[in-house]
């Protein structure tokens, strides 16, 4: 019966999100792989995907708080669109790769520009604990007819910073995961950020750069995949 089922509905509010992927073996990250996000941070567009990494201490779920590094002056949100493997991906195809994939769900891959330019390196700067939250849900390929034409936004604190199209993307899903297992196998769960468009904080011109505090709530909503919400703790 509708009524007694209803008994047994939470609301939202009552529920605590982890991250839809707890335990992936690799975490890996590209730059630069919007058009308009190079042209704002004064980068030239890259012939082959930037790779990074996140380990896996940096997951959190819709919800959680994201801390600020001791001593971080300069941290930034990057909303993007996450890709997570459901099969063995190596040497595959651009034709054949999305068949490989288990869902997609908004990612936000918090930033420590002050660690993360600190060195030629950014891995510091990239991975500190919950600096990739993802979520709240996945969303299934047949829900998402095309990765490639998603509108993807970031507010912090309602203020919206980033308003683009997947369409903008240099590297499409499929080419990143062609390319990526060319070199290392992709494995069931593998998390594939697939990099950030115009908006952040690191694009805006010196005097007038504003960066993420304590206090701070920014969310990030992919078309059709619902929206991820963190406050800064």
């Given at each position: 019966?509708?009524?007694?089922?209803?008994?047994?509905?939470?609301?939202?509010?009552?529920?605590?999100?982890?991250?839809?992927?707890?335990d992936?073996?690799?975490?890996?990250?590209?730059?630069?792989?919007?058009?308009?996000?190079?042209?704002?941070?004064?980068?030239?567009?890259?012939?082959?995907?930037i790779?990074?990494?996140?380990?896996?201490?940096?997951?959190?779920?819709h919800?959680?708080?994201?801390?600020?590094?001791?001593?971080?002056?300069?941290?930034d949100?990057e909303?993007?669109?996450?890709?997570?493997?459901?099969?063995?991906?190596?040497?595959?195809?651009?034709?054949?790769?999305?068949?490989?994939?288990f869902?997609?769900?908004?990612?936000?891959d918090?930033s420590a520009?002050?660690?993360?330019?600190?060195?030629?390196?950014w891995?510091?700067g990239k991975?500190?604990?919950?600096?990739?939250?993802?979520?709240?849900?996945?969303?299934?390929?047949?829900?998402?007819?095309?990765?490639g034409?998603?509108?993807?936004?970031?507010?912090?604190n309602?203020?919206?910073?980033?308003d683009?199209?997947?369409?903008?993307?240099?590297?499409?899903?499929a080419?990143l995961?062609?390319?990526?297992s060319r070199?290392?196998?992709?494995k069931?769960?593998?998390?594939?950020?697939?990099?950030?468009p115009?908006?952040?904080?690191?694009?805006?011109p010196r005097?007038?750069?504003?960066?993420?505090?304590?206090?701070?709530?920014?969310?990030?909503?992919?078309e059709?995949?619902?929206?991820?919400?963190?406050?800064?703790?």
């Amino acid at each position: 019966d509708w009524f007694d089922i209803r008994e047994h509905i939470l609301a939202e509010d009552d529920l605590a999100f982890a991250a839809p992927v707890l335990d992936p073996e690799k975490i890996i990250c590209i730059g630069l792989n919007y058009r308009q996000h190079a042209a704002e941070t004064g980068g030239t567009p890259p012939a082959v995907p930037i790779l990074f990494s996140k380990f896996r201490n940096a997951l959190a779920g819709h919800g959680q708080g994201v801390p600020v590094p001791a001593g971080v002056r300069q941290l930034d949100y990057e909303g993007e669109l996450a890709v997570v493997m459901g099969r063995r991906a190596a040497g595959v195809a651009p034709e054949e790769a999305l068949s490989l994939v288990f869902g997609y769900a908004p990612a936000n891959d918090f930033s420590a520009r002050d660690l993360q330019f600190a060195t030629s390196q950014w891995l510091l700067g990239k991975t500190c604990d919950r600096f990739c939250p993802l979520g709240p849900f996945l969303t299934t390929p047949d829900e998402v007819p095309d990765p490639g034409n998603l509108r993807l936004r970031t507010w912090v604190n309602g203020e919206l910073r980033q308003d683009a199209v997947t369409s903008d993307m240099i590297f499409s899903c499929a080419a990143l995961i062609a390319y990526i297992s060319r070199y290392l196998p992709l494995k069931p769960g593998d998390v594939i950020l697939t990099g950030t468009p115009a908006g952040v904080v690191l694009g805006q011109p010196r005097e007038s750069r504003v960066w993420l505090c304590k206090g701070d709530v920014v969310s990030v909503e992919v078309e059709g995949l619902g929206r991820l919400t963190n406050p800064v703790v």
